[in-house]
């Protein structure tokens, strides 16, 4: 079967790895890809969101399957124009990713299926959000309602400060996405990304991981697309996967179904661990970055006899996912300056020398080769150093003893504290 996967980052060199791995697969395709896919795949530069030119190389490649990697193709609605062509993809269309794509269509659809998330109110105005923000007491969580790169929420502690905020949103600071504006009830807890595979009617349970969020250590700084995971993470146990499949994921592809828009994909759910039970933060209709790649290295089973059944509307067909025991973590290395300002083109040494190393594999992110074959950074997020171990602890020293000891790259940072949620308990 010839596939194409969509995307370019570290979530995609992951999936590849894992996909060239497949006996199912005859050929494995990527757009755009990165340095390090093109280790596994054939890369074509075409950008995730040029629809136009992912339909024509489906058409000249005669792809068979399309994955599709981000969320914006999806929002776009590749997967619709896919099925109009009778091409097979796996990711929902673009009326299924509204869960990821409109906050306010998921916590509309939340109150009607009864699924536990932070209560809510919805404003189009900027005077009716002042009167709830005086009427109530911080904190206030404001959120933009459409795609923002994971920017548009804004926590405060004050009255004054959530005016400012809504202001901003409603003055263009987010540009359509924030011109409906969702203020939230503030959850206490740890966070985690819990991952389920939909087959438009039922769901099959993934696991869950930790993402780290905020660019510094001690979760400080500005917020990131995450700068590191590791699974598996203490505080989502068994009962908690059990609580979530039937409370949250379940009623939501049920819901989904009979509103007439079946998602079919990866229903990434962001939990709060709240005292009262695990609580729905927001979803995402596709894998994490950094998550997906912990999952991958954890996943024993191959990934496509579960995500061609699953697209094909049937994952009953499909293996239950079986995955290792070993722990894994993914620390992030990112150029100097991410999230804000940061140069391209830097040199990177010593990939092979980290990947040499016990129970190393680094992903590549943000990278390609300068026209003499050599290595350079190519985005915010650059690298991603994954490694495996019996405990979360080896794992982590694993992952920091290839950064310091093999990895050379002068131009980028990582966090120093991945998994210290796992490693305090
Ligand atoms: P979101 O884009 O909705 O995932 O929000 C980004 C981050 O804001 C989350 O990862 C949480 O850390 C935080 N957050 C969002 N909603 C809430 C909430 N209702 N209570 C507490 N923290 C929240
Ligand atoms: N790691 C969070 C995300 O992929 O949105």
Not at 158 to 185: L, N, R, Y
Not at 409 to 416: A, I, K, P, Q, T
Request: proline share 4%.
């Amino acid at each position: 079967m010839k596939v194409l996967l969509i995307g370019g980052g570290g979530r995609e060199h992951a999936l590849a790895w894992k996909l060239s791995q497949s006996d199912m697969i005859s050929e494995l395709v990527c757009a755009p890809g990165n340095a390090g896919i093109s280790e596994h795949a054939a890369t074509v530069d075409i950008a995730a969101d040029d629809i136009v030119g992912i339909l024509g190389l489906v058409q000249s490649m005669e792809i068979d399957f399309v994955i599709v990697g981000p969320e914006v193709p999806l929002e776009l609605g590749l997967v619709d124009l896919l099925y109009e062509r009778g091409v097979n993809a796996f990711g929902p269309t673009k009326m299924a990713a509204q869960l990821e794509t409109s906050k306010a269509f998921t916590k509309e659809f939340c109150s009607r299926h009864k699924i536990p998330t932070a209560g809510y109110e919805v404003f189009t105005d900027f005077d009716s959000a002042s009167t709830y923000i005086h009427k109530n007491k911080p904190p206030f969580v404001l959120k933009a309602d459409g795609l923002a790169a994971g920017k548009g929420v804004v926590i405060t502690q004050s009255k004054f400060d959530a005016e400012d905020a809504v202001k901003e949103f409603f003055d263009g600071k987010f540009g359509e996405a924030g011109q409906t504006v969702i203020i939230e009830e503030f959850m206490e807890g740890q966070e985690v990304s819990f991952f389920a595979i939909s087959d438009g009617r039922t769901a099959i349970p993934l696991i869950g991981a930790q993402d780290h969020k905020r660019a510094y250590d001690n979760d400080e700084g500005p917020n990131t697309g995450g700068m590191g995971a590791y699974s598996p993470a203490p505080v989502f146990t068994d009962k908690a996967l059990t609580t979530v499949m039937d409370k949250i994921i379940q009623p939501t592809v049920t819901g989904m179904h009979n509103e007439g828009h079946p998602f079919i994909g990866v229903l990434f759910a962001g939990l709060m661990m709240t005292k009262k039970g695990p609580k729905l933060i927001e979803y995402n209709v596709r894998f994490g970055d950094p998550e997906c790649q912990v999952l991958m290295r954890r996943l024993s089973t191959d990934l496509m006899e579960i995500l061609l059944p699953a697209s094909l509307g049937d994952v009953t067909e499909a293996p239950m996912p079986a995955w290792f025991d070993d722990a894994v973590v993914n620390v992030v290395m990112a150029a100097n300056g991410y999230p804000e300002k940061y140069k391209k083109g830097t040199s990177i040494k010593g990939i092979e020398a980290a990947d040499d190393m016990d129970g190393v594999k680094v992903f590549h992110a943000g990278t390609k080769r300068n026209a003499k074959g050599g290595l350079v950074s190519n985005g915010g997020r650059v690298l991603n150093v994954t490694a495996s171990g019996s405990t979360v602890q080896e794992a982590v020293d694993r992952a920091y003893a290839a950064i310091d000891e093999a990895i050379d790259w002068n131009d980028g940072f990582c966090r120093r504290d991945i998994a210290h949620h796992a490693l305090k308990s």
